[in-house]
């Protein structure tokens, strides 16, 4: 077997069966991809629009393709074609444009709010508030081509040498508590209920806090250099 089959094989026996996992393939080529895709894996995740668009027209048509990093507004046309998840929204203007560009093409697409959790000033997301407050908004109803499928985080990064171990990882364990807390309560009315939390290195910790979606690249293909 080769090593990337092998990692997600060891990867898909260790987590539970109801935890989806969406293999990032940033960085990656193509070839990387496709063992991965031989191996059974069929949902990939990119950070790039313009990356997403080259993979998606070289690559086999039945990959489920999740864009997890920020989406500007003018780059939503690009990817509405065939998109099936974006895990990174964060404005009621972009859920606007994912709708709009949506319908041009007579579909649905799920979007997962994304919510800052982390300690980093750098990362994007909405705050409780802002999320609550779009989830409350009587505009949504009219969005009839996206479904807010649910919610999104990333933990604070504890492998900068910032943290020791045991502290980092209690802070890294409060930050996805407090998502599934903030889930619970927020998204008994969203339809399909994915929660996704959980990269290589907080995968497990994320699980064990209750997600159901993890976005795992490293851990699959390697290293990115
Ligand atoms: C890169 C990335 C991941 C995966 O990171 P790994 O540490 O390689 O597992 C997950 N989520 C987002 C948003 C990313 O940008």
């Known amino acids: 077997m080769n090593p990337i089959a092998e990692n997600l094989k060891k990867l898909l026996s260790e987590i539970p069966p109801q935890v989806k996992l969406v293999a990032v393939s940033k960085f990656k080529t193509n070839e990387q991809v496709l063992e991965a895709y031989d191996a059974g894996q069929r949902a990939f995740g990119e950070n790039i629009v313009q990356e997403l668009v080259k993979k998606h027209e070289a690559l086999p048509k039945d990959i489920e393709w999740h864009l997890i990093g920020h989406l500007q507004t003018n780059k939503v046309k690009y990817i509405a074609p065939f998109v099936s998840m974006i895990h990174s929204v964060d404005s009621i203007k972009l859920l ?79 930050e996805f508590h407090s998502l599934k ?35 795992v690249g490293s851990v699959i293909f390697g290293e990115r250099i």
């Open 96 to 174: 606007e444009e994912i709708n709009k560009r949506a319908a041009q093409h007579n579909r649905t697409i799920d979007c997962l709010l994304q919510i800052h959790i982390a300690k980093e000033e750098t990362k994007f997301g909405l705050s409780f508030e802002e999320a609550e407050s779009i989830l409350h908004l009587p505009e949504l109803k009219n969005f009839q081509n996206i479904r807010i499928s649910g919610l999104m985080g990333m933990a604070t990064n504890i492998e900068d040498g910032r943290w020791k171990m045991e502290d980092g990882k209690n802070l890294v364990r409060n």
């Open 181 to 215: 807390n903030f889930f619970n309560v927020q998204c008994a009315m969203c339809n399909v209920q994915f929660l996704s939390m959980g990269m290589s290195s907080d995968y497990k910790i994320a699980i064990e806090e209750g997600s159901n979606m993890i976005r």
